[in-house]
T-cell receptor, first 113, second 113 residues
């Protein structure tokens, strides 16, 4: 039982490049989330998927897109990376909604030059 | 939307002392209040949560109190140990499958010998 897995662990991009962050969970959870963590700003929600087939914007969605590929997988795409997107990205999942325990992956550290 | 403020941003205590971290929230409809612990290089992990029908909850050395009237909640750690050193985040959420967490900005707790 791996929980929540994220790939890659580290990534360096140049401004304007694109990439997709992958996330998968094996707990049969309905809800999945993408957060970014910046120093002094806590965790901010980028996008979430309350259930398979639905996605909604969070607090900071600009510059990102998401795909809920199936119940297990939720990917985050940066179409044209900017230095302001340098951050640590966390994927999380919960059984049903934000008012239940969220299980976090180990994070992806992204640097945009 | 919801706004969660957390204080202090850093806290240093001696081993065996108590630590208190305080949070306030703005959305009176929020009724789920979890606390997460993040160790260096890892994703956050739930340590305790409380719902609005409860004023206090304890789990061994950890307790959380909630004052819905004043819209604030606190984390209390007694008999602190070096392994309690980490970053702690409070959060708030409404209930429902589409609900989402809003996190505070975090408190870095350092337990010194």
């Amino acid at each position: 039982n791996a929980g929540v897995t994220q790939t890659p662990k580290f990534q360096v991009l140049k401004t304007g490049q694109s990439m997709t962050l992958q996330c998968a969970q094996d707990m049969n959870h309905n809800s999945m989330y993408w957060y970014r963590q910046d120093p002094g700003m806590g965790l901010r929600l980028i996008y979430y998927s309350a259930s398979e087939g639905t996605t909604d914007k969070g607090e900071v969605p600009n510059g990102y897109n998401v795909s809920r590929l199936n119940k297990r997988e939720f990917s985050l795409r940066l179409e044209s990376a900017a230095p302001s997107q340098t951050s640590v990205y966390f994927c999380a999942s919960s059984d049903r909604g934000g008012d239940n325990e969220q299980f976090f992956g180990p994070g992806t550290r992204l640097t945009v030059l | 939307g919801e706004n969660v403020e957390q204080h202090p941003s850093t806290l240093s205590v001696q081993e065996g002392d108590s630590a208190v971290i305080k949070c306030t929230y703005s959305d009176s409809a929020s009724n789920y209040f979890p606390w997460y612990k993040q160790e260096l290089g890892k994703g956050p992990q739930l340590i305790i949560d409380i719902r609005s029908n409860v004023g206090e909850k304890k789990d061994q050395r950890i307790a959380v109190t909630l004052n819905k009237t004043a819209k604030h909640f606190s984390l209390h750690i007694t008999e602190t140990q070096p392994e309690d050193s980490a970053v702690y985040f409070c959060a708030a959420s409404r209930t429902g499958t589409a609900s989402k967490l809003t996190f505070g900005t975090g408190t870095r707790l350092q337990v010194t010998l």
